[in-house]
């Protein structure tokens, strides 16, 4: 019999090509990976490492650092020699800010991935008039950028390391602006100009990213973005993330209404949730909005009704101390019902529940198997018996 596990309910993630990013692999059917990013100044060095360290241990398994100048391109050296020495090495990918290729080049020796944000190769002359700019004009500028990105290209290649293509709705060129528009258009387009040149230089270990702070202009450029690479028999992986998305509820809403959309649609092969707090509070929602999707299973599912005038204990403060004894438990599905009135079907197939029976007794299940009935103040102690009786109880 089929079970919502075994049924065709699963994402179907779109195909894409395994790009490395140190011993992360994004894209090519690997899961689908979290990163985030220090705020610590990258000259810092012993400050960057226990921010690259302490973001990584808590599953952060790809962490960005900012590199705008040649001192902290070459601060690189001695945090990935750092973190090598004392910790793992970390995969790290290098935010390069500008188009100046030396830093970039530097750098590149030092971290798994480098950024590039094409809305920062300008060579464009300004146009007064606003007019689109013709092909000549894009061919005669994508000469120069090419040049310029040659050696970073070439670097990257040789080393088997990989790079993101990171188009920014807030920062893109002149020419994509006059000729696209400030639109989804203007941001696939300017990631596939700089596609085409990298595939001219034969190489191809490309992520791409089009992150906007307003949620239907990314989860838009996204799609366009799919489709255009699909129509160009172009498998490269996307990375996903909502720009300036702020703090709080807000900030998490909108970064899942944007990422999970798309996830949800098979489309994303790794993710940054940004928000205007310690970069540690990012990880976890990454993970939230995973296994809420069921792409990835890191921690316990719990299943719980909403509560009613039929509950028959107080379910908040129920849920919070089955959480805190089991929340360890990676992989379990556990249901904390008010009440059985609609049947053990209800608790959506979990390997546990804990029901209201009658007033002062819980009922605790095994998938739809009543086991046992036990008054509530011995709810949590039996739940736990039960548990470990499977076989399936680690201590924390
Ligand atoms: Fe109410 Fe029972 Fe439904 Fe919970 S499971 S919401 S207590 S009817």
Redesign the pocket.
């Known amino acids: 019999t089929p079970t919502p596990e075994t049924a065709e309910v699963g994402i179907v993630r779109r195909k894409t090509r395994p790009v490395p990013v140190g011993s992360i692999t994004i894209g090519g059917g690997y899961p689908v990976a979290v990163q985030s990013m220090i705020n610590e100044d990258t000259l810092d060095v012993a400050g960057a490492v226990a921010g690259i360290r302490r973001l990584h241990e808590i599953g952060c398994e790809i962490v960005r650092v900012t590199v705008p100048s040649m001192a902290h391109a070459k601060a690189m050296a001695e945090i990935r020699e750092t973190l090598e020495r004392t910790y793992q090495p970390v995969p790290l990918v290098a935010d390069v800010h500008h188009n100046g290729m030396k830093i970039a080049l530097e750098v590149s020796k030092y971290v798994d991935n480098v950024r590039i944000n094409p809305g920062l190769y300008v060579f464009e002359k300004p146009k007064a008039d606003r007019t689109e700019y013709t092909q000549a004009e894009f061919d005669e500028i994508g000469e120069k950028i090419r040049e310029t990105l040659e050696p970073l290209v070439i670097s990257l290649r040789d080393q088997n390391k990989s790079m993101r293509i990171g188009v920014n709705h807030g920062s893109l060129a002149e020419r994509m602006l006059f000729t696209y528009g400030d639109t989804p258009e203007g941001m696939v387009e300017s990631a596939l100009e700089f596609i085409r040149l990298c595939e001219d230089m034969n190489f191809y270990n490309l992520e791409i990213s089009l992150k906007a702070s307003r949620v239907p202009v990314m989860i838009a450029a996204n799609r366009l973005m799919v489709k255009r690479m699909d129509a160009l028999g172009m498998d490269y992986p996307l990375h996903l993330g909502v720009t300036e998305a702020g703090d709080g509820e807000y900030g998490r809403i909108k970064s899942t209404a944007g990422i999970g959309t798309l996830l949800a649609e098979g489309i994303g092969d790794t993710i940054r949730v940004s928000l205007t707090e310690a970069p540690e509070k990012e990880i976890p929602v990454c993970y939230g909005i995973l296994q809420a999707l069921g792409l990835r299973r890191t921690m316990v599912e719990y299943v719980a009704?909403?509560?009613?005038?039929?509950?028959?204990f107080n379910?908040e403060e129920v849920l919070q101390k089955v959480r805190a004894a089991t929340s360890h438990l990676t992989g379990l599905n556990i249901a904390v019902?008010?009440?059985?009135?609609?049947g053990p079907g209800?608790m959506a197939d979990a390997d546990y529940g804990y029901v209201?029976k009658q007033p002062g007794f819980i009922s605790l299940y095994r998938g739809r198997d009543e086991v046992t009935k036990v008054p509530e103040d011995q709810g949590v102690s039996a739940l736990i018996d039960l548990i470990k009786s499977d076989d399936r109880w680690v201590d924390p």
Do not use: D
């Open positions: 009704c909403p509560s009613c005038g039929r509950t028959l379910l019902m008010g009440c059985i009135v609609n209800e209201g």
